[in-house]
Each structure stands twice: as C-alpha cells, then as structure tokens.
C-alpha cells in the first residue's frame, strides 16, 4: 500500500503456553532507514522477527509490512521481503548456483541469470558458483545466505546476526554490503545483533529489548547521551542489568 | 528485474517448478539416494517372487492365482514408495534446516504440496519402473499386462499415498523432528488392515468394515479379482476413489490446520526435536 510503512508493530504479544515471549511492543520503521534490535538471549528479538516475516502468529497486536496485515495478508508482500537467520540454512548439497536459481524462481525473479552473476561480482561468489554449498568455509556460507536474502531485491530485509561465526574482515566487508545495498535501493533493514559494534557502525536507530518489552528506542548518539556511556555495549549492560539512564549518568 | 506483480491467491507454476527443480538436483547430486529408490522394491519383490514361485509349485490354488503375491508386492510399493517419496521429500527440508527459508518465500502451502506430489511420481518411477522389469525377466510376471486396471489402481493408492503423506508432513511441521518416524512407519498399519496380501473374509468379522474404510482395501480385493477371477471390479475403484477424495481433503485439512498450528506455537523458525 503506497505511504504505509515498510514495518509498523502496534502492541504486539507473543505468549507460549503462559510465558509472554513478546509483551506489548510497538515500534514503525522509516522507508530506508536500519535499525538494530538489541536484547539479551530471550529479550524476544527472534519471536519478534517472526512475527513480522509471518512465521508465528502473535497473540495479539498487529504487525503490517509494506501495509500488509501479517500473517493474514502475507503473500501480498513477500515477494517484497527477505531474511536471514542462523536458524534456518540453504540446502547444503546444492551448489551456490542451484540454490539461487531456486529461490529466484520462488520469488520470480526476472532475468535471474544476470542477476545471480550480479551478486556473484558483489559478494564475491563467482568463483564459487558451482561449488556445493555444504563445501564452503563458514564466511563463504554467510555471503550464499546474504545473497538468497538479496535475491529479490527486497524491500524489507530482516537479519538475525547476520555476521556471527565471521572474521572481522568478512564481517566488516558484510556490513559495507549491506549499508550500500540499503542506501542505493531505499530497503529498510531490521537487524537483530548481540554485535554492538556492528549495530553502532550500521543502525541510525537502535530498540533495546529485554524480558519480551522494549526497555529504550533512540539513535546510538542519544542514547549514549542518555547513559553517559562511551559505548553501546556499556549502554546494553545497564539496560541489561536494569541501571536506568537517570542512575547511569 | 524483479516480478512486482503477485496476486495473494494466485498459484504458480513456475514456483511449483522451483521446488521440483530443487528435489531434482538434491537427487542428481546423490547416488546413494538414486540407489536407495531402486534397492528395497527389488528386494522385496525377488524375495516375493521366490516364495510365491514355491507355493506354486506346491498348491493348487496358487497354481491358478498366478502374480498374486508379486501383483501385491508392486501394488504394494506403489502405496508405501508413493508415500514415503512425498515424504522424505518435505524431510529434506527439515533435514537442511530450509523450512523456514521456503516459508518465508512467496511459496503457497499449496504449491509446496503439488510439488511434493509430483516429485514422490518421479522417486517412484525411478525406483519401481525398472524393478516392473525384473519381474517380467525373473518370474514371467507383467504388471503391465493388467492394462488399464493398472491405471485404475495406480491412480488410487497414488491418492492415498499422497493424503497420508501431506497429514504427516503436518504432524513434522508441528511437532519436529520428534514425529519423523510415522514418516518411515504410518504405513505399516495400512499393511494388515488393507489386506495386501490376503482376501479380507480373512480378517475377525469384526474387523472388516475397518478395513473396507481404507481405500487401499478395494484395490487389493480388485487385483485379487483380476488375476484369480480374471474380473475386473469396476465397483471398486469407484468405491476406493469416493473414499479417497473423503482422505486427500481431510490430510490437505489436517496438514493446513497443523501448519497453523506451527505458525501459534512457533515451531517453524524451531525445527528440531
């Protein structure tokens, strides 16, 4: 829908059995724009992401993507939208090759033999095309996975840790992709990181989540002004061990 | 570059396509998967084959009811191979830790579905067309011979092969990796009940309107017809395919019930066990 935001999360709850996993968050996201999505281990970061990609159903709230009400309207957009996740893998016996070319075909890409030598220059896979995935060094497997998630073009793109298991260079190098690939098509990037560096280098704005609710939301600047930190790890550790901005600084 | 254009119902061929392609080059790469189509129906059919030739030679009955026990023994792999292709399709989405992947893509649940269908087609003509062949050679036993019966009887257990199929790719998506075995083993329970290898005045009295809710149940007993009787029971293909249409709408139910069911608990981005 034309002027809807590419995410917008209204009082959203997520509960397993009697445990709130997400609990009445809400947050919109500006076309364009990166933003991290700090928390510790079961801050609900990943349970948030799917919900928005239309994996899990929430309890209640409402997620909408490019103004499509997930999940119920899903296949609306997600042509539109991609991901990455270290819980999910592409099929290690294809070659790098086989794989895009099949999610190309599920998300109808057009002219997809161009466009897999196209990825294939930007994220330096093209001597590995026609190697099997399974084959690769785990910073190799990192790229094939970014570039399924590029596959479409997407609009929205959701990554959780998009850079662990990687050397700082390859990690840096992805960074640099994805800020490029961000800035030159107007995509929005949602990116979930225990890496505070990564989300201080990348994110104009950072959503600080613990126990399922949004605990700060600010750009890094502001919030390490709010905190009187140096760094946004030191800011995650107050946020963490439950320091308030007033008692930090 | 990129497709914008995409109606919220509409269904794809060309993603149907994808997958197929996907399944075609997993087993392209792989011998031991090729090997594995081939090994267990040859197996079971010389060992089949063997035995029905000796009681042949011993006793009147299958003196005269040549090809029962083969006939049964391919029917019966249609069913059981047609099943387990469709599954061990979708476990390899599960295996390689992809579902998630093709849940998230503009794939439709329903797209997911015809192509696992197709390609257990293609898994079973890979592994049951050339073992159809050494039956000929072997035991002098022409599956193609029973015409246009086979269609008839091919098209069926094809049918519910593919409904139990779909509900236990349902029961994997909800509850993981912990429900992988009734992929390998729902079907043995069809074994007895359908009466494969038997006439189903066999069973307990009691026991027979079970086994003549299960589709599979009239094509044993029409095969049976064939070759003993040489009838063919037009009745009971219509029966089997009534029963069917009733099994593949409730497994296509039950699979996108689970599957929402998945989507509430979560457990699609959670694989394992």
Known sequence: MPGSPPIAVERLVKVYKTIPAVDGISFTLAPGSITGLLGGNGAGKTTTIAMIMGLTTPTSGRVTVLGADMPRERYRVLHRMNFESPYVEVPMRLTVRQNLTVFGKLYGVENLRGRIAELGRQLDLADLLDRPTGRLSAGQKTRVSLAKALINNPDVLLLDEPT????????????????????????????????MAEVERLCERVIIMKRGRIEDDDTPAKLLARYGRRTLEEVFLDVARGVSSEAAQ | MIARTESAYAISPQ????????????????????????????????????????????????????????????????????????????????????????????????????????????????????????????????????????????????????????????????????????????????????????PVTTLPVWLQPVAWVLPPTYVFEGMRALLVQKVFRGDLMLDALALNAVLFAAGVFGFLKLLQSARRHGSLMQTGE
């Open chain 2, 15 to 198: 993603r149907i396509g994808a997958m197929m392609l996907r399944y075609w080059y997993l087993l392209r790469s792989s011998w031991p998967r090729l090997l594995d189509l081939v090994y267990w129906p040859t197996v079971q059919m010389v060992t089949w084959g063997f035995l029905q030739y000796y009681i042949a030679t011993n006793a009147g009955f299958f003196a005269r009811a040549g090809g029962t026990f083969i006939g049964a023994v391919l029917l019966w792999d249609i069913l059981f191979r047609g099943q387990l292709g469709f599954s061990i399709s979708f476990l390899e989405e599960m295996w390689s830790r992809n579902i998630g992947n093709l849940m998230m893509s503009p794939l439709r649940p329903i797209e997911f579905i015809a192509a696992l269908m197709v390609m257990s087609v293609v898994r079973l003509s890979i592994g049951a067309v050339p073992v159809t062949f050494l039956a000929i050679a072997f035991f002098g036993f022409n599956l193609y011979g029973l015409g246009l019966a086979l269609v008839a009887f091919f098209f069926n257990l094809m049918l519910t092969s593919w409904a139990i199929g779909i509900f236990v790719s349902g029961l994997i998506l909800r509850n993981g990796m912990g429900a992988e075995n009734f992929a390998w083993s729902i079907m043995f329970l069809f074994m007895p009940l359908t009466c494969v290898y038997y």
């Open chain 1, 164 to 195: 662990a298991s990687l050397d700082p260079d390859t990690a840096d190098w992805v960074r640099a992709h994805l800020q490029r690939y961000c800035r030159e098509r107007q995509a929005t990037l949602l990116l979930a990181s225990h890496n």
